[in-house]
């Protein structure tokens, strides 16, 4: 089984969503058996509102519903937040969102645990640049 197609990537929020209009909205996916990987990339021209820890939604699959296990993506380039800028994210089980993570100390030795707010989205044109790649499995 391969396929591979395209989806649309979303900024959202854990208790509301923000509202965002977008420069650039793209996300790509394959699929082989029940392992999908996705790229995505989102840049806003605005983004106001929203409330709760920010994530990305509209992935192409849900990931596979067991407990315990959750997948972890990779945030090769992240700019213009406010304050604190996605390093990683992160899927739970039987999800379609991933979670915007981020160090929380000063430095690269602590852990990557700490939640992006939806408060971090700047409302700049060109603002919350943010690339992502993740591998995961469905079911």
Not at 43 to 57: D, E, R, Y
Not at 132 to 139: E, G
Request: with cysteine.
């Amino acid at each position: 089984d391969y396929e591979e197609g395209s989806w649309t990537p979303v900024f959202q929020g854990t208790g509301s969503n923000p509202t965002c209009t977008y420069n650039i909205q793209v996300g790509r996916y394959v699929k082989v058996g029940t392992v999908v990987t996705v790229s995505c990339r989102l840049q806003t021209a605005s983004a106001t509102g929203g409330s709760g820890n920010l994530l990305i939604g509209g992935l192409p699959f849900a990931s596979v519903n067991v407990t315990n296990l959750f997948h972890s993506g990779v945030i090769g380039y992240s700019s213009l937040y406010t304050t604190v800028a996605p390093q990683t994210a992160h899927l739970g089980a039987n999800g379609t969102q991933a979670s915007m993570i981020c160090n929380s100390g000063a430095d690269g030795r602590f852990s990557l645990q700490t939640a992006v707010g939806t408060t971090n989205l700047t409302n700049t044109n060109g603002a919350n640049d943010t690339m992502m790649t993740m591998t995961y499995i469905t079911a």
